[in-house]
C-alpha cells in the first residue's frame, strides 16, 4: 500500500527524535513504538493500513535517527516513557492512544498504568511486560550491570563491508526476521563508516538491566490501565507459551499466525494486524 510518510525531528527538552508520521493530521492522534534495537521502520508495513489515525512512529532514544543519550546516563523503561510524554506535549496530545511491539509494548504499559488518564487505547503486538527479577539476585544483577558499563568503553560495533552482510545478520539475530523486514530495519538502521557500514543504535542498549521488576511491580501496571487495550500474541513469538500470564489478563487478547515481528515480517502478517487494530481503533 502506497502512503506518504512525514520525516519529522522532534526537539525535547533533553533529547531530539526522529519520527515518522502517518495518516491525516486530524486523524486520533497515536504514537507508535517499537522494540528494541528496531525503528521507527517497524511500522512501515503496518501503519499505512490504518486509516483515519495520525500515527507518530518514534524512533526511540538510541535507535534509528534519534540521538543517543548523554554520556552516563542510561535507557531505562522510566526514561522511555518520559520521552513519549514530552513528545504528545509537544504535539498538543493532552489524550492520546498508544501503539507498541515488543519492547514498545512494554513502555506503553508503563505509560497507560501510571497514567491512566492521558491513554486512549493501548494496542500491542507481541509485548507486555519487561523480564522479571526476583529480591534475592537483586545485588548480583546490579553487580553484573556496574560491571558491564565499566567494559562498555573498550567495545567496538562491529562493521560489515557490505549493506547485504548487515541485513543477513539481523536475520539471524536474537530474535530471527524476514530478508524484507531486515532490509526495511537497515535502511534506517544502518550508517556509513570506515570499512563499511555498522549500525545507528548506541551500543549501550546492550548492557544488561541493573534492576528488574518483581511479577507483583509489573502487574501493578496492566491492572492500572483503564482504557480499552487489545494484545495481539504471534503464535510462534515471544509470549504464546505463557499461558499463564496471558490467562490473567484483564482485557482482549488476539491469537494471529506468526512469529515476533508478524506486523513486518510480510504483507499477509501485516494485513491480519491491521484488521484486528482497524476495529480496535473503530469509533464506536
Not at 493500513?49 to 552516563?72: C, M, N, Q, T, W
Not at 570506515?194 to 549500525?199: A, K, Q, R, V
Not at 484488521?275 to 464506536?284: E, G, I, N
Amino acid at each position: 500500500m502506497s502512503c506518504r510518510v512525514e520525516e519529522v525531528r522532534l526537539s525535547l527538552p533533553h533529547i531530539e527524535l526522529a519520527a515518522h508520521l502517518f495518516g491525516p493530521p486530524d486523524g486520533r492522534p497515536v504514537i507508535a513504538l517499537h522494540g528494541w534495537l528496531d525503528n521507527a521502520n517497524s511500522f512501515a508495513r503496518l501503519a499505512p493500513k490504518l486509516e483515519g489515525l495520525r500515527i507518530v512512529a518514534l524512533d526511540l532514544a538510541g535507535h534509528g535517527h534519534s540521538d543517543h543519550r548523554p554520556i552516563g546516563a542510561g535507557y531505562s523503561l522510566p526514561d522511555y516513557a518520559h520521552d513519549v510524554l514530552q513528545v504528545a506535549d509537544q504535539l498538543g496530545w493532552e489524550k492520546f492512544s498508544l501503539l507498541g511491539h515488543s519492547l514498545g509494548a512494554i513502555i506503553s504499559v508503563i505509560i497507560a498504568g501510571a497514567l491512566p488518564q492521558r491513554i486512549n487505547r493501548l494496542a500491542m503486538i507481541d509485548g507486555l511486560i519487561p523480564p522479571l527479577g526476583e529480591a534475592d539476585s537483586a545485588a548480583q544483577r546490579m553487580g553484573a550491570a556496574l560491571q558491564a558499563q565499566l567494559s562498555q568503553f573498550n567495545k567496538r560495533k562491529p562493521v560489515y563491508a557490505e549493506i547485504d552482510r548487515a541485513v543477513e545478520a539481523r536475520m539471524q539475530g536474537l530474535v530471527a526476521v524476514s530478508r524484507e523486514a531486515a532490509e526495511l530495519l537497515a535502511q534506517r538502521g544502518l550508517m556509513p563508516v570506515p570499512g563499511g557500514y555498522t549500525w545507528r543504535s548506541d551500543s549501550r542498549l546492550t548492557l544488561p538491566s541493573s534492576t528488574r521488576f518483581s511479577r507483583a511491580q509489573a502487574m501493578a501496571y496492566v491492572e492500572a490501565i483503564a482504557c480499552p487495550t487489545q494484545l495481539i500474541v504471534a503464535e510462534d513469538g515471544m509470549l504464546a507459551k505463557n499461558q499463564a500470564l496471558l490467562s490473567a489478563l484483564p482485557f482482549e487478547v488476539k491469537h494471529l499466525p506468526g512469529g515476533h515481528h508478524l506486523h513486518l515480517n510480510d504483507e499477509a502478517g501485516a494485513s491480519s494486524v491491521a484488521d484486528c487494530f482497524k476495529r480496535f481503533f473503530a469509533v464506536p
